[in-house]
């Protein structure tokens, strides 16, 4: 298949961001040229105004340029004057922008009183019970009338008053009718939205921002590029506001906000940002700005593709076809490498921090579900036997065939040496592509690439290189290879995540190799972490976390880490935790099973979907979701 790169990106090959049309949201300009703007929300009851007031201070002087605040009725609305009188009075001027799900008549009120309001097509003015109902095209276009007459009275608000609207849909609150049609889809996302901008457009309204968030970063990810397509067609060029939901904590959501944000960033696309945490927002503000400062004054790339096409689906995930060479490529997942070839003596200690850990009493090997696939220990010879999943690289002029490693070779090595092995040879590749590679890949359908780039921005590069292994018909698995030189650890989890995420997105490689040579163990553990956030690979509980607002019913955090902690040995479930129902059953969808507050004190919990508890009290919903996985039969004792 072959896609029109005017479609979602001008170049993938050279960094260009998408033009957008400017929207002035009080006096902070999206959009156009202007920098790629940081927004947070408030957690507080947005009630309690003196509350509201201090964490939106601290926000902003956190780096926050936009402030959120729920307004889930017209009593929140009619408060958040107050809010903002408060704020002005303190000598911020920040724009403020109300969230509203379910109550158009919160929305009218807020937007003749702060500058933005959200709304969510899905449940603004449409309907959502989760039922499944067949819609006739007659029925279809019934609803979309009496949408717009819902929906036209804010408009004409906004309008009165140069008031921005951001459109953001979420993938877990897609309307019935849109799921009767579109089903649980991006492309479904993506009507859900044209369908409102269309009747912003008839009333020659057009202070407009769009969101396509979801919890999966492929499926965010697929929704934005497919939503320029959309725009593109009809002549729209809207800025947008970029945001994985449900991130979750920590690092892992950390992690994942980097992966999806970094990915549309990397081509081209997004205006304004939002990193969303279970964590105070103010935390979320450094790694909003750390993502945005890779792309401030970025510079093009030295060399383009100058083409108008690529040769695989950017909107829909399938991997790369490459051959299986021995447990690499093919339908195996991505491997994980670590390099120990530093090391002047390698012990079975040395083996601790990849997830192997050798007990000297047992004589025996405790290997983690993070363990690495692939060790290089360049030109070191172990004195120990490794556990049977562990396979070991060596550099090529030590290497024999009784070896029970593999060599690796330079480019240069490689044609001058004729001991290689007959089942899997490694070549490490710094060069761009040229026709004495392709000599060199089409000849030996033993070889694996490791393709090594240690510049700030690696993305560009490596896709060039693999596009042309694609357009030449070469199946050859290929590794990303790069040292990070950072003095934080969590500039280089970021970091490792941008430069990852698309390329893994895209499924366009086979396995990583990243090092951070301060902390082995980090680099193993960033390596699963990624993979696990483009869904390529699980090594542990993942769950879909929502960043808490004024709606939530109980202390997310708190619980949260109640919940992980009885539950993180439980690899491959998924556990939602919502604080209340606004997007929570919708965006489980990817889960296993939900804890979802339903009402002060009380929580419902979901088996995918289905909700199969009503109304538990708090203290009791831990060990009622426990058993209900045990229930279920995905529980395990913890080792």
Not at 66 to 79: C, D, L, M, Y
Request: charged share 25%; net charge negative; hydrophobic share 35%.
């Amino acid at each position: 298949m072959k896609i029109n790169l005017q479609e979602y990106c001008k170049d993938i090959s050279n960094y260009q961001r998408f033009p957008t049309r400017e929207v002035m949201v009080g006096d902070i300009a999206i959009g156009k040229d202007n920098p790629i703007r940081v927004q947070s929300m408030t957690t507080t009851d947005t009630m309690d105004t003196k509350g509201t007031i201090a964490q939106s201070i601290r926000m902003i002087d956190a780096g926050c340029e936009i402030v959120r605040i729920t307004a889930p009725s017209i009593k929140e609305a009619k408060n958040l004057k107050m809010i903002r009188d408060g704020l002005r009075d303190e000598g911020y001027k920040t724009p403020l922008v109300a969230d509203i799900h379910f109550t158009p008549n919160a929305a009218v009120v807020a937007a003749e009183i702060v500058e933005k309001v959200r709304i969510n097509p899905g449940n603004f003015a449409d309907k959502k019970k989760f039922e499944i109902r067949d819609y006739s095209d007659r029925d279809y276009e019934d609803e979309l009338v009496r949408i717009s007459e819902r929906f036209s009275p804010l408009i004409k608000i906004c309008k009165d008053n140069s008031t921005a609207m951001r459109i953001g849909t979420n993938h877990g609150s897609l309307s019935d009718r849109i799921l009767s049609r579109y089903g649980d889809t991006p492309l479904g996302m993506v009507e859900s939205a044209m369908e409102f901008i269309r009747i912003c457009e008839y009333w020659n309204y057009h202070d407009i921002i769009l969101s396509m968030k979801a919890s999966n970063t492929q499926v965010m990810v697929q929704a934005y590029r497919l939503l320029i397509n959309k725009m593109n067609e009809e002549g729209m060029n809207y800025p947008l506001h970029l945001g994985v939901t449900e991130a979750g904590d920590g690092e892992d959501g950390r992690i994942k906000s980097a992966v999806g944000i970094g990915a549309l960033l990397e081509d081209g696309l997004g205006d304004t940002i939002r990193v969303s945490l279970t964590e105070e927002p103010e935390y979320e503000i450094p790694v909003a700005k750390f993502l945005v400062d890779r792309y401030h004054n970025r510079n093009k790339s030295k060399k383009s593709l100058n083409k108008t096409n690529i040769p695989y689906d950017p909107y829909f995930h399938i991997r790369r076809s490459t051959s299986t060479i021995h447990n690499i490529g093919g339908k195996n997942v991505p491997r994980v490498f670590s390099d120990l070839s530093n090391l002047n003596n390698i012990t079975p200690n040395s083996l601790a921090a990849l997830g192997y850990l050798y007990s000297e009493e047992e004589d025996k090997w405790h290997i983690s579900d993070q363990a690495v696939d692939y060790i290089l220990i360049g030109k070191n010879n172990l004195g120990f036997e490794l556990p049977g999943l562990a396979t070991t690289i060596q550099h090529h002029s030590i290497w024999n065939k009784e070896s029970a490693s593999f060599p690796i070779f330079t480019m240069n090595s490689y044609k001058n040496s004729s001991n290689r092995s007959d089942i899997l040879n490694f070549i490490l590749i710094q060069e761009e592509f040229s026709e004495e590679i392709k000599s060199i890949l089409k000849n030996d359908d033993s070889l694996v690439i490791i393709l090594n780039n240690n510049e700030k921005h690696i993305i560009m590069n490596h896709r060039s290189f693999i596009i042309e292994l694609i357009n030449n018909r070469l199946q050859t698995p290929v590794i990303i290879q790069k040292n990070y030189e950072l003095d934080l650890a969590s500039d280089f989890q970021l970091d490792c995540a941008i430069d990852l995420g698309s390329l893994m997105i895209d499924g366009l490689v086979d396995g990583i190799n990243v090092q951070y040579s301060p902390d082995i163990s980090l680099s193993n553990q960033t390596s699963f972490g990624v993979l696990q956030a483009s869904r390529l690979r699980i090594s542990k509980t993942e769950y879909i976390s929502c960043p808490s607002c004024g709606r939530t019913l109980f202390d997310l955090q708190s619980t949260t880490n109640e919940i992980r902690s009885v539950t993180d040995h439980l690899k491959g479930v998924k556990i939602g935790i919502m604080g209340c129902i606004v997007n929570g059953p919708g965006e489980m969808a990817d889960a296993d099973y939900g804890y979802v507050g339903t009402g002060v004190g009380k929580i419902s919990l979901y088996k995918g979907q289905e909700v199969v508890k009503k109304n538990i009290p708090t203290q009791e919903a831990v060990n009622a979701l426990i058993n209900l996985i045990k229930d279920n039969g995905d529980w395990i004792d913890p080792r």
